[in-house]
């Protein structure tokens, strides 16, 4: 099973980061689809830069999964 893991501790970081904000990502496709996926990207995007707290919970969680799975 670890043949499928991530050999970069980089590339595992950024996967994780991408597994943790697919809500984000489904949300802006979803929401996109009324109100142009471009805005609507920059719009969540601007709220989670001006409130730095929403990205503590994702940072945590990718940092968890990079242990566990160079634990692995």
């Known amino acids: ?5 991530p050999h970069k501790k980089s590339s ?3 996967l ?3 597994l943790i904000d697919l809500p984000f990502l489904i949300i802006v496709a ?3 689809v009324v109100y ?8 969540i ?6 409130h730095p707290w929403s990205l503590i919970p994702s940072l945590l969680l990718a940092v ?3 242990r566990k799975w160079w634990k692995a």
């Open 64 to 66: 968890w999964l990079l």
């Open 36 to 43: 142009g996926f471009k805005d609507t990207y920059w719009t």
């Open 30 to 32: 979803a929401l996109g």
């Open 16 to 18: 994780g980061l991408l």
């Open 1 to 5: 099973m670890s043949v499928m893991l």
């Open 12 to 14: 595992t970081f950024l």
């Open 45 to 50: 995007t601007d709220w989670r830069m001006q």
